[in-house]
């Protein structure tokens, strides 16, 4: 194995993607938009995806409950990963593809914005989330990657990050939930 070539190969791959997402810069300014509408008017922001998507959740999470780099109030945002009571139950009693339509069934008001990430766009789990905040009025958001997947034909904001490799779209997605806390918070 030639680690230095492994390393520029990813960090290529890496800055390629980052620069071919130029045309998504409308979309995005898009979602920080609806973002900022959904809070001014008393909704909050739940988040959901699984293994490194599940992470991503909850680091979004933590900068709009918390903060990202301004100081301002709290602001509301639940990652629907984190309660393991919750996930296990439901996991258990119903299955895995539920552990997100539930929670959005008991926390998601038509005011509220939810933003569904995953690199395919076919985790099942997760297109059931968006499909029940569709349901009950509010607005999705898809974090995705590739072809989009079927979760890209369900919500009313799409951003497909150009490329099929996990990682690079994880890194892409990254960007942006920070780009998008960084929108949030601007005056
Ligand atoms: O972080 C990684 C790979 O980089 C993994 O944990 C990855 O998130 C998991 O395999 C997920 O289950 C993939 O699901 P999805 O992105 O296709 O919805
Ligand atoms: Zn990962």
């Not at 629907?80 to 008991?106: K, M």
């Amino acid at each position: 194995m030639n680690a230095v070539a492994t390393l520029k190969q990813a960090f290529a791959e890496h800055q390629a993607v980052i620069a071919a997402l130029e045309p998504l810069l409308p979309s995005i300014a898009d979602v920080a938009q609806a973002m900022r509408a959904c809070l001014a008017k008393g909704g909050k922001i739940l988040l959901f995806g699984n293994g490194g998507s599940a992470a991503d959740s909850q680091h979004i999470a933590a900068e709009i409950v918390g903060r990202y780099k301004k100081e301002r109030r709290g602001l509301p945002a639940i990652a629907l990963t984190t309660d393991t009571s919750i996930l296990t139950s439901v996991g258990n009693d119903y299955g895995f593809d539920f552990i997100f339509s539930r929670q959005v069934e008991a926390l998601c008001l038509p005011i509220d914005l939810v933003i569904g990430f995953s690199t395919s766009g076919n985790s099942r789990n997760v297109v059931l989330g968006i499909e029940k905040a569709r349901e009950i009025g509010a607005v999705t958001v898809a974090m995705t990657g590739g072809s989009g997947g079927k979760l890209a034909s369900l919500c009313d904001h799409v951003l497909t990050m150009p490329t099929s490799d996990t990682p690079r779209i994880q890194e892409a997605h990254i960007l942006i939930g920070h780009s998008l806390c960084d929108l949030v918070e601007a005056d």
